[in-house]
């Protein structure tokens, strides 16, 4: 009997055993490859698969692209914790599958990104999301400024009429500024910045062109067709040198 009794004890426990292995919470399921989307997609689907999610939270995160900065929390279950509205998780109650749903996205939203459940250690699934940029013809190239050139290109007119120096005039044709790119001396002329922006966008606002260029946040002063001296100086202008040939692209674009 005694033998008996020592069998169905291991039994259970090896029962026991068994079933606390099949109930943790696992994201095997989850897919790992990476997600491509062009500009003419609006949405980005990102899967996640949760078994044996118990009482467990499954989070959804973003990596930050700043070093040593945590990842930024987007979502609780259900729950959203970005203010981005355009995010939402969509998740049938009692069902496996979480999926952040992020609209109308932009190359901004691009990243990596992962669920995480919230066990002892933590589990987590990345996804890498990547947003093709737009593909925007080059400035046509044009000749330098002149009494008798009528190309919109070259407002050097309304720079006139701005009062704009003539030491500074050579910053109202989009051609001298695509080849003086990190060249010359802007700083002389920063106070006068704010005029020549304002003619070279051409009264209009650029920035669904630039967004969908991937022109960063704070570069995209000159797609407004504004510049402030405070926020606008020339170190931002130095930081934003790599993205003045899409800008005047979405200009050129913009203007004819």
């Not at 910053?171 to 704010?194: A, N, R, T, W």
């Not at 630039?210 to 504004?226: F, H, N, R, S, Y």
């Amino acid at each position: 009997m005694f033998v008996l009794l020592l069998g169905l004890v291991s039994l259970a426990q090896g029962q026991l055993a068994g079933y606390s292995a099949k109930t943790d919470p696992s994201l095997k399921l989850t897919p790992t490859r990476p997600i491509v989307k062009n500009p003419e997609e609006k949405d980005a689907l990102i899967t996640c698969i949760v078994q044996n999610q118990g009482d467990f939270t499954l989070m959804w995160k973003k990596t930050s692209k700043i070093p040593n900065r945590d990842a930024t929390v987007l979502s609780a279950n259900t729950h959203m914790v970005t203010s981005d509205k355009r995010m939402q998780v969509m998740h049938a109650t009692g069902g496996q599958v979480y999926v952040l749903k992020i609209t109308n996205v932009t190359v901004f939203d691009a990243g990596i990104y992962f669920c995480e459940v919230n066990t002892d250690p933590p589990i987590r699934a990345f996804r890498e999301l990547t947003v093709l940029r737009r593909q925007y013809r080059k400035v046509q190239k044009l000749p330098l400024p002149s009494s008798d050139t009528n190309s919109s290109h070259n407002f050097t007119s309304c720079c006139v009429s701005k009062n704009v120096s003539t030491s500074c005039q050579q910053y109202c044709h989009i051609d001298f500024v695509m080849d003086s790119i990190g060249l010359g001396k802007p700083e002389e002329c920063e106070e006068q910045f704010p005029s020549i922006v304002s003619c070279m966008a051409d009264g209009r606002n650029h920035m669904p062109c630039c967004v969908d260029a991937g022109i960063p946040e704070m570069c995209t002063d000159l797609c407004k067709g504004e510049f402030n001296i405070k926020t606008g100086s020339i170190k931002v202008i130095s930081t934003c040198r790599d993205y003045v040939e899409p800008t005047l692209s979405c200009i050129a674009t913009g203007i004819e």
